[in-house]
């Protein structure tokens, strides 16, 4: 594993067994995620002699900025390169209540959705925790400014690279590094229904948010063959489970596919689903650049996120960010692998 994947713990059995006093591995921490150099000829206070091994054994990883892209509303893209030559799309966006940064957890995916982008031509290879760290990093460089949120809504479905997303998110809620507060990241999953329940049981406090696209099991299988796998039923029966075990609420995105997922009885099948959660629905119309031949409108989402609302569902239509830079996860990654 690389070294930004390391818990402090960790580092710190590294240097006992070089015989080195265990401050050392609070200092590394510190130039690593809180001063974030990536070289360590930079970290001044480190004896020359373990600059040295640390230099040859543990690579710093980093994320190279090959594309930067910046729309007219703030919206950065990035395509980041990691040291293979792979590359993932990261983006900065900028609210009102500060920046959040959504990123990508595997380099391509394997999930199957058929309206997505990022799972075209299947997963190469998961991220380490490191290199999703230095997602964040090089973005808060880039733009100069401290991420307050993280959505992890790139590429990738994050529960299927569970444990390295869990380093990722104890790293960068940890008080000695970037320390971004634990309620302030979103993990979005497609449902990965056992992976569900491992991270309930870690009672982490980061916000889960499901993908759910469709309310009948059918119509969510055809367009998310994971549903053939993990049922809706199941699924439901797994967000509740989370709910009780850790207190926190889950979320739901439901992306609209005009006249396929937007009729009256998918509106009260949804409301009748998601009713007993105390939770709020993030309508998305499909982003037409995804894959395949989906459309919706800006404002048929909002009319499907009308009728929610008169059911007593909390909906809304999220605000669309980056809309002249192509920001829709999978497109750039795509569109750089296929112009090779
Ligand atoms: N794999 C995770 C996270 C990555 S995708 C998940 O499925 O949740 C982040 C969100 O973008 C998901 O809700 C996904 O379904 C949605 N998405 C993918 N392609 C899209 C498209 N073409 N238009 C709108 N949303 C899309």
Redesign the pocket.
Known sequence: MDICSLYKEELREIFSKRGEPSFRADQLFDWLHSKRVLEYSDMTNMPASIRNWLGDEYPIPSAQCIKRQISSDGTEKYLFSFADGNCVETVAMQYEHGMSVCVSTQVG?R?G?R???STQNGLVRSLTAGEMLAEVYEASRLTEKTADSVV???I???LDNFDQVIRFYDLITDERGYAMKNRSVTL???GLVPEIYELAKLKKQLTLSI?L?AAFSEKRSSIMPVNLRYPMDDLMEACRSYVKTTGRRVSF?Y?VIHGFNDGDEDAEKLASLVRGFQTHVNV?P??EA??GDFSATRKQAEIFAGKLTSLGVNATVRRTLGNDISA??GQLRRDTVETK
């Open positions: 995916c999930m959705c309206f997505c982008a992890l809504m790139g990738g479905e994050p979005s999953t497609c993908s696209h995105e992306t998305i499909v982003n995804g894959r829709a996860c």
